[in-house]
């Protein structure tokens, strides 16, 4: 279970790293259909690190309820 929640926190990281990067893009582009783009981008990794925080979240019930139950 360790396993999963640790790799779940890697790819909250990630999600981050990529927010952040869309957001340079999106601050440096002249074009603004082209900084459009990237704050779309940068809000669809916000939704993918809500999403993962989620799921990290009920892994870590699941994790809390096996061991109450193991001890």
């Given amino acids: 279970m360790q396993q999963i929640l640790n790799g779940i926190l ?18 440096n582009a002249a074009d603004p259909k082209v900084k459009k783009f990237f704050e779309q981008l940068k809000r669809d990794e ?7 925080r989620t799921r990290y979240e009920a892994f870590m019930k699941l994790q809390e309820a096996d061991q109450r139950g193991n001890g």
């Fill in 46 to 52: 916000e939704e993918h690190e809500q999403a993962l």
């Fill in 10 to 27: 890697e790819a909250i990281e990630d999600e981050i790293k990529a927010q952040k990067h869309y957001q340079t893009l999106a601050e």
